[in-house]
């Protein structure tokens, strides 16, 4: 074992690969017809459903905008002239459209190239506030809806560093902000700072379980810079731009105001600082000042978190989720772990969940123990509240029916939370006196919206429960169509209105407002569909089954005409992603749906299906391991049993040459990929894009792991492709960002694989996009990526002899 562990570090630290000079590409006609096209609009919705908001922006960012300097400190990625995040997505475009009467409006004023961003409607439904950034920084505008002209309210001095830069009061006549601090220094040149010593870290011997993470602070440098970047001041701003300081500059992560509006709860970060976690797990302090900036009490103080125990169940001692109760004026709620946060403990409790009336001068009150882990909580009024709980081991969830006031409870729904087709949905909330989102209760009864994914389709509902006898009433379920309707929202309960919307694989998503009561419906968008030129497409959902039995289903799409007569003989490509289970039951079910809107993207093949080959989009590849088996256990196995049901399941309806079949996935689904090569010979090629391909390098834990190396080192070799890498024979394309920001999936996972492949002989290409995060996001490097994976694509598949 040592002998295995020393070859994949001497592997992991030799580069023996030799660079082609390409210039950015574009792939065919057809595939860029999809590829570059426009973007539709972002739709929100204002809290009275009276007013339909479209955000615009470019399709693509530029790499030119991936340039921009960035540092990378605690886990972020800030861009240090507007000290924002530097993956920041930014509008050029607002639109307004009147629901009543569907007229549209532009709205005047708009700063000229408009980088707009955290864009909010008021409460009161009246305004609308926004970002603007540009080179100097981001200010913050507003619209009135009455005129529809936006006005500047601050200066480029907005700091979003920790945190969204501005948060509407309850009237609506002013914003809490978070300004760049009056004395802001510029950041330090380091470049030319001597060190004045060595980095040092130690242990205290306590048992961790932290997994690896990116973007950390590793030197004193970063931690001032990070202190520079961070630091903000808070102001009330009304809408007249007069600014009054509600606190000093400090390093703020959240600040929210109370239910009664006059209180503001505030948590800041402070040193120590650590190497080895994000801003995060840094220290905290939590306190309640008054709207005018005087301290009530200091409600939490929480210490460095670089322990924590094993399990995804466990969590950190102390106070925690501590918030607003949104049906009280200003009263907090928090939760408190009993097992010391360890999931290993055996306890009765785990956790205890508090409320505490300002002024914070009594004892909290404990109202409620859980056995299980606290999720979250959905207050309703003085005598009714849901608590959910939740146990990652077993995919339990429940929802207990509580009263706050007496502690009374009892479990009103406990299920498999993977078990989409028992789904109970969520409990309607609406505003209450304080203008608070709770649970909406009317005469001892509420609602809940499902999803309602069945066998048979996708059918959503409305049911209304009664809180005193727990019988439930099915009121509203979408009826069977052409058109997926889906429900948004409810506007008037009472009087049946919802607000829908309807796709089909030919016809976007649009909004409608529609009467559950006389089934009548009204168009509140009419947005085109971008890609016409798949409206001739076959689109199907296949359902087969695993050689154990378990259901498996995906989307399949043949090219336009394809005749179903003659059948030619197509090449195949499956893109998937696997997917963790405790029981084959749940493992089964499928939210695949023909009916849902069909947007080809880098993130599938959908594209060649323009191109002339069969595609399997999204095909399940479920891992299950029942009782005490855990799903890794026999992760190989079933990956290859999902593999050869897909392609037996295509391949018996005539439509394909079994002899060319690729497989592609990205991140879990790239690590897929390299197994499947690896492992078998169902394929003839393979494109595995952001992926991590050794398991040494992710020792504590990885996707849905949490065991760690050492726990059962044979289970991380085995799932470790750098490990089995003198197995592949299959011509496999790799593709990375080349600043990845995924735990785990760092560049050099796919370097390290790339070197070991070519070492030992494989047909292996690497592309490794400029700027580019997890995600990719430039037209430069998608339209690039797109023409590899095309020439790729057509040399070792289509044109295969």
Known sequence: MRKLIFILFLLSSVQLYAQENVTFQKPSSEILALADFERPPVIQISPDKKWVLFMYRPTYKTLSELGQ??????????????????????????????????????????????????????????????TNTNDTGMALWYIALDSKEAKQLTPYQLNAVLDNPFRWSKDGNQLLVRLNPAESKALIDHSQDLPTGPVVSSSDGRVSQLRTYQD???????????????????????????????????????????????????????????????????????????????????????????????????????????????????????????????????????????????????????????????????????????????????????????????????????????????????????????????????????????????????????????????????????????????????????????????????????????NIKTGKQKAVTAIENPFKSLAAVHKEVLNYKRNDGVDLSGTLYLPAGYDFKNKEKLPLLIWAYPREYKDKNTAGQSTANPKEFTFPSYGSFIYWVSKGYAVLDNAAFPIVGEGSQEPNDTFIPQLVANAEAAIDAVYNLGYIDRKKVAVGGHSYGAFMTAHLLSNSNLFAAGIARSGAYNRTLTPFGFQSEQRNFWDDTDLYLTMSPFVSANKMKTPLLLVHGAADNNPGTFTLQTERYFQALKNLGAPVRMVILPRESHGYAAQENIFHLLWEQEQFLDKYLKNKK
Do not use: C
């Open 216 to 514: 950390l602070l590793k030197n004193p440098q970063d931690e001032q810079d990070f202190e520079t970047l961070s630091r903000a001041e808070l102001h009330w701003i009304d809408l007249n731009g007069k600014s009054r300081k509600l606190l000093n500059a400090d390093l703020y992560t959240n600040a929210s105001v109370s239910p009664d509006g006059n209180y503001v709860l505030v948590t800041k970060v402070k040193r120590p600082f650590s190497y080895v976690v994000g801003y995060n797990s840094f220290p905290q302090e939590t306190a309640v000042y008054t709207n005018e900036g005087a301290l009530v009490k200091v409600v939490n103080e929480s210490p460095l978190l670089e322990v924590m125990p094993k399990g995804f169940s466990s969590t950190r001692e102390g106070k925690r989720s501590i918030s607003w109760r949104l049906d009280k004026p200003a009263t907090l709620f928090f939760v408190q772990a009993l097992d010391k946060g360890d999931a290993n403990t055996k306890v009765d409790f785990r956790d205890e969940l508090f409320t505490w009336d300002f002024p914070f001068a009594d004892s909290p009150k404990s109202i409620f123990k859980l056995q299980d882990r606290f999720s979250t909580v959905v207050w309703g009024d003085e005598s009714h509240a849901l608590v959910y709980s939740s146990w990652y081991d077993t995919r339990n969830s429940k929802t207990y029916l509580l009263n706050p006031s007496t502690g009374k409870s009892q479990v009103i729904i406990d299920r498999n939370n993977q078990d989409i087709y028992s789904d109970p949905g969520t409990v309607y909330r609406d505003r209450n006196s304080y203008d608070a989102l709770t649970m909406y209760i009317d005469k001892g009864k509420t609602y809940w919206l499902g999803n309602g994914f069945t066998k048979e389709g996708e059918f959503p509902f409305i049911d209304e429960l009664d809180l005193k006898t727990l019988k439930k009433k099915r009121l509203y379920t979408a009826k069977e169509s052409d058109m997926q309707e889906r429900i948004f929202q409810i506007v008037d309960l009472k009087n049946g209105e919802i607000l829908i919307s309807l796709q089909s694989a030919k016809d976007y998503p649009n909004y409608y407002l529609k």
């Open 69 to 130: 300097e960035e540092l990378r400190l605690a886990g972020l990625r800030i861009n240090a002239k507007t000290k924002a995040s530097s993956t920041e997505i930014y509008y050029n475009k607002l639109r307004l459209r009147e629901v009543s009467t569907g007229k549209e409006f532009a709205i005047t004023g708009l700063p000229a190239q408009a980088s707009l961003a955290n864009v909010s409607f008021s409460l009161d439904s009246r305004k609308v506030a926004f």
